[in-house]
């Protein structure tokens, strides 16, 4: 299997390579120059098959220069007790709709998923590739994939990571997750800005020559475990395969039996991981992107142009209020046939102008398989207000945008398939938004906690709770344009 830079078609890696460069030096991001195929009947055979045993399955087929039993090792230290129960993701029938719950790991979002093991890959990867002493993680997080990112590299030995958050734009728990985390190797930084200013700021350190050169001096070398990073995007193909088995076994569909998946997105890697395995032969008839307020991805699916200048919003959904949504690249270069030549100058029109549009075929064969709507703040409280009342299950407030966007389609389109929708966090990381739903206020997360559980009865999550006994570890803010220099400052030497 080979990888190669959606900007430049002569950049070929292996895949310890890719994700150990975590993004090519042209800017662009790592991608499979074919997907691999899962075959009816491996389907099949993956019935019985316990999550991590499909995972290994999907992770041969895309890490052809890992051994099986490196494979096995990686999969066997990541999904297992760290998660709060064996099935690790499940799926749960509510209101005619299969919820893909993905986040029982240990900080309760669906990032834990693919941020459990990343850690594992990159260092076996480090082993095989045995250029660099010490790898440099980089994260730009919206809220959630800080957490899981410093939850899993903590104290890994021969990495060391540095998070980076908007200062206002996570809530009070997603904050203190990240500022009271333990280890060695960890460093933690609000920045003056929303994500897309973190996101840009260290895409720019990254390809940033004299810091990069500097480093590699000392043995020393960037990588993201943002999902830019292939390691982040292959665990995320698995969760569709085994949910699209959960709903066999559950009876809603028969196998070979089309679903539709519907995903609430922000950088977009993970409604792509769920086109891989739609692409790899999961039998899917739409995915349906979801959106908040920041409606970006919305527009872009109906109009083929992807226009950045416009307001951005803070909402309830904090994870997906995002304007530059990294991985959709990695979509169209596929839908331009690997050709990095038209990627090239589509990026340079979004740096230069704010927006791109792509071809007519492109955009048709973009709407063949993506259909996309999105809710504002007051749709989602009444959608988890509804959803509880008829069903007596809680949806975070993400999953909630998903619901809505899922429900509006279907009565729009009358389209009866059986859908999967992901559920991308525990309810208990958004309290203060979700109590709000149920009329109620509060001024902070942990007494939100508390109300939400005494209204619906849903337990909280241990780590949740554990939060309060926590000492903060780190209080630095820095406006986007010194964090070059706080990073050579901090992780330079
Ligand atoms: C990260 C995140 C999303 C968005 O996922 P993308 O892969 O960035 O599209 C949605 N919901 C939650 C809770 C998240 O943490």
């Known amino acids: ?113 693919a941020l459990q093991i990343l850690p594992h890959l990159m260092t076996t990867s480090m082993t095989k590739t045995s250029n660099e002493k010490e790898i440099i993680i980089l994260t730009a997080t919206s809220g959630d994939t800080g957490k899981a990112a ?98 066999v076994k559950n009876g809603t569909i028969t196998l070979g039996e089309k679903i539709n998946i519907c995903v609430p997105t922000g950088n977009f890697g993970n409604i792509l991981a769920a086109y891989y395995a739609k692409e790899m032969g999961i039998p899917v008839n739409k995915l349906i992107c979801a959106s908040n307020k920041n409606n970006i991805l919305t527009d872009f699916i109906n109009t083929g142009v992807y226009d950045k200048n416009r307001g951005f919003y803070t909402t309830m959904s904090p994870s997906m209020d995002i304007l530059i949504s990294s991985n959709l690249e990695r979509l169209i270069h596929r839908l331009y046939d690997n050709n990095s030549k038209e990627i090239v100058a589509l990026y340079k029109s979004l740096a230069e102008n704010g927006k791109y549009s792509v071809e007519n075929v492109v955009r048709a064969k973009l709407q063949k398989d993506f259909t996309a709507g999105y809710c504002d703040d007051d749709d989602t409280k009444k959608q988890i207000k509804e959803t509880f009342e008829k069903t007596r299950y809680l949806l975070d407030t993400h999953t909630a945008v998903a619901v809505k966007v899922y429900k509006d389609y279907q009565n729009k389109s009358g389209d009866t398939t059986p859908t999967l929708i992901a559920s991308t966090a525990n309810p208990y990381k958004f309290s203060t938004s979700i109590l709000s739903a149920f009329g109620k206020s509060s001024d902070n997360d942990f007494a939100a906690a508390k109300a939400l559980n005494e209204i619906t009865g849903v337990p909280i999550p241990e780590n949740i709770t554990a939060l309060r006994q926590k000492a903060v570890r780190f209080s630095d803010v820095m406006p986007p344009a010194k964090l070059k220099e706080y990073v050579s400052e901090k992780l330079g030497n």
């Open 1 to 113: 299997m080979v990888y190669e830079s959606t900007r430049n078609n002569d950049v070929k890696l292996n895949s310890a390579q890719a994700i150990i460069k975590g993004i090519s030096s042209d800017g662009g991001l790592f991608v499979p120059s074919e997907l691999p195929v899962i075959t009816d009947d491996e389907l099949h055979s993956m019935l019985p098959l316990a999550y991590s045993e499909c995972a290994e399955i999907v992770f041969k087929k895309f890490l052809t220069d890992f051994t099986d039993d490196e494979i096995h090792s990686c999969v066997k230290a990541a999904y297992g007790k760290n998660f709060d129960m064996p099935e690790i993701a499940k799926t749960v029938p509510v209101d005619n709709m299969n919820i893909l719950e993905l986040w029982h790991g240990p900080t309760s979002a669906f990032k834990d998923m």
């Open 150 to 247: 410093l939850e899993g590299f903590a104290d890994v030995p021969g990495i060391r990571i540095a998070v980076f958050y908007p200062e206002s734009g996570v809530s009070e728990i997603q904050k203190l997750q990240m500022t009271t985390q333990e280890g060695e190797n960890v460093l933690v930084c609000a920045v003056k800005g929303n994500f897309d200013d973190c996101q840009t700021a260290v895409k720019d350190i990254f390809t940033d020559e004299s810091i990069v050169k500097k480093l590699s001096q000392k043995g020393k070398a960037f990588s993201s475990a943002n999902s830019i990073n292939l390691g982040r995007l292959i665990p995320q193909v698995v969760y569709y395969v085994t949910g699209y088995l959960d709903m």
